[in-house]
DNA sequence: AACCTTTTCGAAAAGGTTTTCGTTTGCAGC
DNA sequence: GCTGCAAACGAAAACCTTTTCGAAAAGGTT
């Protein structure tokens, strides 16, 4: 006959059941589990122990639909395939993590309709914000139609510079390199890097340029081998330069693929690296750079760090803080063994 | 001094605007808008335009409160940074992305305490289900708790027999790879594969054994050469192979940079490939396999078919349909220059 | 014009949480 | 014993959508 509240079954706890299990209204009961308003230790305690209980765990829906703020952001990324994308992903997902933050991942496939369809879907769940990832460093076309959330662009900056953009400083990286090779005591050096109509290639190798002009040199032919991103064109290339200029001593490459086509090469005209060709890769991609022959030293874009700084900077724009509305971060060198001093 | 409904500025519109504007009450809104109910046809036609006009989206907080259904579902993955999860992922992002569901996605770095954090987060969002992506094919404990939402474990299945397993067949993979070595008349096998610790590499040992018993032969040396999954190994492997046994005439490896050193200890050396030895790889990584000399024939897991069997799975179990509990997922042949029939 | 049937529409409740504000309780001071 | 005050607590509204059920309107028949 007695009374009691009962514990509910096959249905997750809500505060009105806690309320009930501690004796008290679920104003009380949110005030207690929030630590907002003035409730008595004692009766915080038993909210507490009772929430435990009934391993409560708040309806976020319903506190979404409350306050206006759900603590979830939209990643819109267009290219899960492509390596890029992860690092930044995960550097995002990570910022976000250590708050109370859940990310809501779509892959828009590069296709503009699955793009708007998917953040219709990400709107109508009402996300704090929006996190945009492109697969090339060319700026795109910003997001169609009203967005009534931040957004922050990611790798591939808007179109728009009123936007927010957190990008990669090419420019940056290509200086990087090239001033390695210069401080190996390197002066014949050719560049062999991708697809000119990456605006990447075309940065990466201005980058260099102007490192190299900085020494008073230019680099071999005076301009990049453009073609594409992978090994077999590194190695082809390779070929081209060794033959066209005996003398080369260093080969900037814009990617490690095409680096280790390079190493290749090399090593089948038995050119001694780094002894007599130092050879530099890009992406600082472990599972190629790690286990070339010799390993190859690369650029670290540091791409992890870029997303956590997207989402950092996302959670700004949400909060109202203001950071800079745009920003590039640069890479880093990882000395491996395919770039040593001139013996 | 109208009392025309005003267009809500600043704020998405609600279904409450939408009505006003069409003149009906929400709950026709409501009806005419999901074809639910009887609505006259010039009724629904002004409620489609208003809401057009307000560019309305229903929110999907108040829905999923309502309704008990969120359309939305947990991806908790173990490492990000693997080259296993992403195609997963992207095969489970499709079989949503098709439908009305939106993926949450949670990487847990394979730390068991911030898995938990992350369910809780998850179930607190009333996640419809959850996908548990592992990185390796050994069994995995399942998720802590009581979870209120169907659980498909993918490529790491659950401990518990009970649950819900996506899994690929590496022991029919080894076969496979075996079958195609022996169907280019190749009779000395030796196979070099990756950590013995590693159930994957013990099931495609036992495939690979298998389908030589069936054909009355043994593996050199009677059983696999473990050791790491890189390329490192398979050069130091490939060199101990051909010392030991100057007859192999085909080597099946364990992963696709494991094969990618055994080539390049097999050009070091001289041996032809494919003409004297075929040589596979597994997982078909499309940047390691297509760029080797010669390209590599390789066993292709079909990890995207994979996720998206599990995000079919999910749904349902969700909508209380009955698929078999637990599948097994087969790979296919890759053929590329590394294998041909002995000349 | 009265009556019946069919069609169309609206009022209200439900879902779980937070917040506001009014009410109660306990206690000190006179 | 009464007043005043602060602390503790609860009732109810708000967020937005969907669904149910009853009411009203429209249309047709006698």
């Not at 809501?104 to 708007?116: K, M, S, V």
């Not at 940056?172 to 050096?189: F, N, P, Q, S, T």
């Not at 081998?225 to 814009?254: K, L, M, N, Q």
């Not at 997207?310 to 203001?322: V, Y």
Request: hydrophobic share 40%; net charge negative.
């Amino acid at each position: 006959m007695s009374t009691e509240p009962e514990i509910p079954v096959n249905r997750a706890a809500t505060l009105t059941d806690v309320a009930k299990l501690a004796g008290v209204s679920v104003a009380t009961a949110s005030k207690a589990i929030n630590g907002r308003g003035d409730v008595r230790a004692a009766t915080r305690q038993r909210v507490l122990e009772a929430a435990e209980m009934l391993s409560f765990a708040p309806n976020a829906l319903a506190r979404g639909l409350l306050g206006g703020r759900t603590g979830t952001v939209g990643l819109l990324t267009s290219d899960l395939e492509g390596r890029f994308s992860i690092p930044i992903l995960m550097g995002a997902e990570d910022a976000f993590g250590a708050g109370q933050v859940s990310v809501f991942l779509c892959d828009a496939r590069g296709d503009a309709i699955r793009e708007r369809y998917h953040v219709r879907a990400l709107l109508s769940r009402r996300v704090d914000g929006l996190i945009v990832v492109g697969s090339r460093t060319d700026p795109r076309p910003p997001l169609a139609g009203p967005i009534p959330v931040p957004v922050v662009y990611v790798y591939a900056p808007s179109a728009n510079p009123d936007d927010i953009s957190i990008t990669v400083d090419n420019v940056g990286g290509g200086r990087l390199a090239i001033e390695h090779l210069l401080a190996c005591g390197r002066r014949h050096i050719a560049h062999i890097t991708g697809d000119a109509g990456y605006q990447a290639a075309r940065d990466r190798a201005d980058g260099a340029r102007a490192a190299l002009a900085d020494a008073g040199l230019t680099m071999l032919d005076g301009k990049p081998y453009y073609g594409s991103w992978d090994e077999t064109w590194g190695r082809a290339a390779a070929h081209i330069v060794v033959e066209r200029h005996p003398e080369v001593d260093a080969i900037f490459c814009g990617s490690d693929q095409i680096a280790r086509g390079v190493l290749e090469t090399l090593r089948d005209l038995g050119r001694d690296v780094p002894g007599s060709i130092s050879v530099t890769g890009f992406d600082n991609w472990e599972a190629v750079a790690a286990h070339s022959r010799p390993r190859l030293t690369s650029i670290d874009m540091n791409l992890e760090q870029l997303g956590a700084a997207a989402g950092r900077r996302l959670f700004a724009a949400i909060d109202g803080g203001d950071l800079p509305r745009s920003d590039q971060y640069p890479g880093r060198l990882v000395m491996r063994d395919s770039t040593a001093p001139a013996q």
